[in-house]
T-cell receptor, first 120, second 115 residues
Framework: AQKVTQAQTEISVVEKEDVTLDCVYETRDTTYYLFWYKQPPSGELVFLIRRNSFDEQNEISGRYSWNFQKSTSSFNFTITASQVVDSAVYFCALSEEAAKAGGGADGLTFGKGTHLIIQP | DTEVTQTPKHLVMGMTNKKSLKCEQHMGHRAMYWYKQKAKKPPELMFVYSYEKLSINESVPSRFSPECPNSSLLNLHLHALQPEDSALYLC??????????????FGDGTRLSIL
């Protein structure tokens, strides 16, 4: 069975600080996909990034960067120079190939989320 | 702005009422999903439609009845709900069902309160 752990329930930092959100996953599959979603207070889940299990290249998009390490089964998310608008709940999610997925569609399993608070 | 539109944004209903939640997407996606999200919890999958046919029902009580009139629309009919059904209901879509690499795109959700 697949599992996603976001150990940080809540993080509070002051604006302009860098912050890293941790995500650790468990899966028996060799092919899987990792996602990060942002959920602001308005409720919408905003897709941020997808990473394939066979692509360990880290990615940077503006102030956002993602560090994927298969050796530690981690897919961490860093926000550089945080802003108040970054305040939201962030979910890490894992999906396996459908043929091997159990439970929900596409085997999409969410972590419990990290509530990020950026104080002005 | 989200490409998945949900209406209404807020809904308050009594336990004997009948209401419907609506979801619409025009991205040409063939898979659509309903999720339920309680406060401070991750979304929980309820239903999946693929090519307008129900593919997944995650043991959801019959007081929730999904409907997919066409590839762009997804409804969730509500009847005789319980107070514990109060939650944020999220609709999502993806290009295809059954391919784990495709991200799901979510709407803003409907905040449902059962009196």
């Amino acid at each position: 069975a697949q599992k996603v752990t976001q150990a940080q329930t809540e993080i509070s930092v002051v604006e302009k600080e860098d912050v890293t959100l941790d995500c650790v996953y468990e899966t028996r599959d060799t092919t899987y996909y990792l996602f990060w979603y942002k959920q602001p207070p308005s409720g919408e889940l905003v897709f941020l990034i997808r990473r394939n299990s066979f692509d360990e290249q880290n990615e940077i998009s503006g102030r956002y960067s993602w560090n994927f390490q298969k050796s530690t089964s981690s897919f961490n998310f860093t926000i550089t120079a945080s802003q108040v608008v970054d305040s939201a709940v962030y979910f890490c999610a894992l999906s396996e190939e459908a043929a091997k997925a159990g439970g929900g569609a596409d085997g999409l399993t969410f972590g419990k989320g990290t509530h990020l608070i950026i104080q002005p | 702005d989200t490409e998945v539109t949900q209406t209404p944004k807020h809904l308050v209903m009594g336990m004997t009422n009948k209401k419907s939640l609506k979801c619409e997407q025009h991205m040409g996606h063939r898979a659509m999903y309903w999720y339920k999200q309680k406060a401070k919890k991750p979304p929980e999958l309820m239903f999946v439609y693929s090519y307008e046919k129900l593919s997944i029902n995650e043991s959801v009580p019959s007081r929730f009845s999904p409907e997919c009139p066409n590839s762009s629309l997804l409804n969730l009919h509500l009847h005789a709900l319980q107070p514990e059904d109060s939650a944020l209901y999220l609709c999502a879509s993806s290009q295809e069902y059954g391919q784990g690499n495709q991200p799901q795109h979510f709407g803003d959700g409907t905040r449902l309160s059962i009196l």
